[in-house]
């Protein structure tokens, strides 16, 4: 997600399924040997997978997040964040290579035993609802606009499709639940590929209309839902802050962090690589990560620098509000829905294993397990989407803890309990900052917003 949703969701679980000795099909040998098999992914075909996985609503929220750090302070944690998730995917891939173990279950297994495999399994599990959660919201805020977008424009705004939680309620029980209630669902995996595209669309978006939405920006906009929005934007507004320091800057790197989340698609892809060496794996992860910060940087700043500092936790947000019937804006609203429908389905594959894996072993698959596993996650997470008030709140808790753990802090840990290097070594010293990085960043983020909400209540 990231975050961020997953095109490798079979990939995922056909890996774990590896460590249990009954995936023929995996390159790794425990003495890093390549076992003979099929021509596996391309580079250019695994770098894609990899964008896809890195990819997702996080690119919503990170206009938000420069405009609570500056430009420069944003670009500075940008950068930080993204190199620190490759280094740290540096480390997974060692341990990969010094074990043969290629899921990220079986190396916290490995460092500490049964608790460090539960324990990834709810991080996982818990990333993975807070991923569902804001698609969820994405529907929620965006479908109603996305209706009356095509309809008159004297709709008054008090029609039952202008209800966000009714239309998720209906959405979720008529699609993503017969889609998520499959036992496989690997054609979504070719399907949700478009989620790529679709993100890309969007930034492209961003960048074009920053020239159509004047600064100060207008006065008296009427909002789909009727009503005027008064904006208060003056010329002082209108100029770009390098640095910004507030409450509100303790959800850009959780935000950041939230986006740049693959590390459990890393090891599935790294299975299916052609040729799959650690060195040609890195490689992947580099090219993937940098592509996928050049997008982010983009799509953040043409969105910051049309709205500033009014621009909302939710970017497609104030377009909705200044240009609600822009054809561009109408299509790339419709692309994001589409994204939404075809991602959530698949980010809950992984995360129904994982409970079913915590809660019941290695037993055989159950249908009745199976279905109450599906319905109690999908019901967490729509009660989360319906009352959580801001998207930016996902971001900010699930950022600060699941993705801090398994972006830092895990890695960290599982290289120095399974490495067999000092503790001077460069890697071993690297692996500690990396925890230290982790848990500092975790804790204030999670203190301040946690601070914010109690004094905001």
């Known amino acids: 997600m990231s975050v961020n949703g997953n095109r ?8 774990i399924a590896g460590n249990t000795g009954d995936n023929e099909t995996s390159p790794l040998l425990p003495n890093g040997s390549v076992q003979t098999r099929a021509k596996g992914a391309s580079f250019a075909s695994s770098v894609f997978n990899l964008m896809n996985a890195i990819m997702g609503s996080g690119i919503l929220g990170l206009a938000y997040a420069m405009a609570n750090t500056g430009i420069v302070g944003f670009c500075i944690l940008l ?8 280094y740290s995917i540096h480390l997974l891939l060692k341990l990969c290579d010094q074990t043969g173990i290629n899921s990220y279950e079986g190396l916290g297994g490995r460092a500490l035993q049964k608790p460090g495999k539960f324990l990834v399994g709810v991080a996982i599990l818990i990333q993975n609802v807070g991923a569902m959660s804001s698609y969820l919201f994405i529907l929620k805020s965006e479908l109603p606009a996305a209706i009356s977008s095509f309809l008159s424009p004297d709709n008054t705004g008090n029609s039952w499709y202008d209800d966000g939680r009714l239309l998720l309620i209906l959405v ?37 209309k920053k020239w159509s939405i004047p600064c100060p920006l207008p006065h008296n906009v009427t909002t789909f839902s009727g009503a005027f929005q008064i904006s208060n934007s003056s010329d002082s507004e209108c100029t770009p802050k390098l640095f910004v320091i507030s409450s509100e800057s303790a959800y850009a790197i959780p935000t950041m962090a939230f ?3 693959c590390h459990t698609a890393i090891l599935p892809i790294y299975c299916e690589l052609d040729r799959p060496t650690k060195t040609r794996m890195q490689n992947v992860t580099n090219v993937g990560i940098s592509l996928s910060l050049l997008l982010y940087l983009i799509s953040a700043l043409f969105g910051y620098l049309t709205f500033y500092a009014h621009v909302n936790s939710e970017l497609m947000l104030g377009y909705d509000t200044y240009l609600p019937r822009d054809i561009m804006v ?8 589409l994204s939404v429908l075809l991602t ?21 698959f159950s249908w009745l397990s199976h279905i109450i596993a599906t319905i109690t996650i999908l019901g967490v997470v729509l009660i989360l989407a319906i009352f959580v008030p801001d998207i930016r709140n996902v971001f900010g808790v699930v950022g600060s803890t699941t993705s801090s753990c398994l972006l830092f802090i895990f890695p960290g840990i599982f290289y120095l309990k399974i490495s067999s290097q000092p503790l001077r070594s460069f890697d071993s010293i690297g692996a500690i900052l990396l925890v230290v990085f982790g848990l500092i960043m975790g804790l204030i983020s999670f203190s301040v917003i946690v601070i914010t909400w109690a004094q905001s209540s």
């Open 8 to 15: 490798n969701a079979d990939l995922y679980s056909e890996c």
């Open 79 to 86: 950068v930080l964040v993204s190199s620190l998730a490759a």
């Open 172 to 208: 979720t029980l008529c699609v993503v639940l017969p889609l998520s209630i499959l036992p496989k669902i690997g054609f979504l995996g070719y399907t949700s590929s478009l989620a790529f595209f679709f993100m890309l669309y969007f930034a492209v978006v961003v960048v074009v």
């Open 259 to 261: 986006s740049f989340l």
């Open 330 to 337: 109408m299509t790339v609203r419709l692309a994001i829905l």
């Open 344 to 364: 959530v389905p698949l980010i809950h594959f992984p995360a129904r294993k994982a409970v079913i894996l915590l809660l019941c072993g290695g037993r055989p």
